[in-house]
């Protein structure tokens, strides 16, 4: 039932005070109507007595108390939701913005979406081929998971969003995929960027694109992701595809989170973001996952770039304890001209033994991926101590790691913007680098994989130097 009311107290940025209201809910659906005759939307964001504390999503600007009309419209904030969803572009508010027609919807759905039980959860498995093989052979990404790029201000996170969208895949043909795409608070080159990305690789075929430009209002970009995760749980546990959501820049809404807390006068936690930072994420991250019964997945990779670099700083910190992984992105490298600037060493994906071996990716991945992660640890310390004490300092075997750390960096970590690379490429390429190094230091991987992987003259040269 729409109650409509005359009662508007007070304004404070973009939340309104409406007096004398009666059975109103939590997180419901409001209409203001201007003197204008202009209508802007809200929803409920705390009740008290006869009072109701309701936010704009199009800001407050120009409102008057004296001749507003304020509609309660008896149900939450809605994404209408169809199979024809897909290749279509939308506003932070769920509006189509590519030129096309309004969606017909087959449904609604609320978008704060409706909590996975725990016990009908599936463990997440199977591997998702991103092309990038920092992320492929090193810190795999596995369907049901949610893996987060940590970044900084001016490293090419949305290079590597793009990139991401347009090449991830599962393997099996017979299975379909979608990308789901969601950007808070981002300039409008960016903005221009993603749309043109998309559009010139074709990437948009199977994606949904949300779009919250930094001028757009704070309120609308709390809902952004919260429409990008309906519209893929529909995909997922409606169409039974494997979904992949990439939410950039979890900052921004933080950002917003905390500007919204503030208005509304809450007692601020850790660095002025609301106490309630970690339970909030955690309503969007927990969205990821499977289904017992249902075909379909979500996996979320979340991009938030840390403020000062800072891993401590709330958003990285309280993301980390939700998620089951990071991926870092390094200044270091990226000044040496290398893309993308995956940090492989404080990187991680725990839940990577699910998505590889055989049947997934390859037998040797696993062993693999373990060798060249010590191999690089090496290499990188005994740089370093070459800094410290000069080159003369070291073994000959150090000087071998140093050298492959060089080549690992500048051949496996570093890829072209457009390059996708297979796993299999992936994996014959961490073989070649470790080449590169004595036999008797391959120490991580079963004596049956070298004898099948390593390049046979090599093997014999190694072997020959190991004697």
Known sequence: MIKEYRTISGISGPLIIVEKVADVKYDELVEIQLGSGEIRRGRVLEITTDKALVQVFEGTSGLDIRDAKVRFLG??????????MLGRIFDGSGKPIDG???????????INGNPINPYSRDYPSEFIQTGISTIDGMNTLVRGQKLPIFSGSGLPHSRMAAQIARQAKVLSSEEKFAVVFAAMGITF???????EDFNRTGAIKRAVMFINLADDPAIERIATPR?????????????????????????????????ISAARKEVPGRRGYPGYLYTDLATMYERAGRIKGKKGSITQIPILTMPEDDKTHPIPDLTGYITEGQII???ELHRKGIYPPVDVL??????????????KTREDHADLLNQLFAAYARGREAR?????????????????????????????????????????????????LLSMLPVKELKRVRDEFKEKYLKPRVREKSYEAAS
């Open 329 to 331: 992105l390094s200044r």
């Open 346 to 359: 404080p990187s991680l994906s725990r839940l990577k033994d699910k998505g590889i071996g055989p049947g």
């Open 75 to 84: 149900k939450a904030l809605e994404l209408p939701v169809s199979r024809d």
């Open 189 to 195: 080159g960016e903005a221009n960027f993603f749309i």
């Open 384 to 432: 370093e101590l070459a800094i410290i004490l000069g080159e003369g300092a070291l073994t000959e075997e150090d000087r071998a790691f140093v050298r492959f750390a060089d080549e690992f960096e500048n051949r496996y970590v570093m890829q072209g913007e457009y390059e996708d690379r297979s796993i299999e490429q992936t994996l014959d390429l961490g073989w070649e």
């Open 227 to 259: 429409l990008a995760l309906t519209a893929a749980e529909y995909l997922a546990f409606d169409l039974d595809m494997h979904v992949l959501v990439i939410l950039t820049d979890m900052t921004n809404y933080c950002e917003a989170l905390r500007e």
């Open 100 to 110: 096309g027609p309004e969606i017909i919807p087959e449904k609604r759905l609320d």
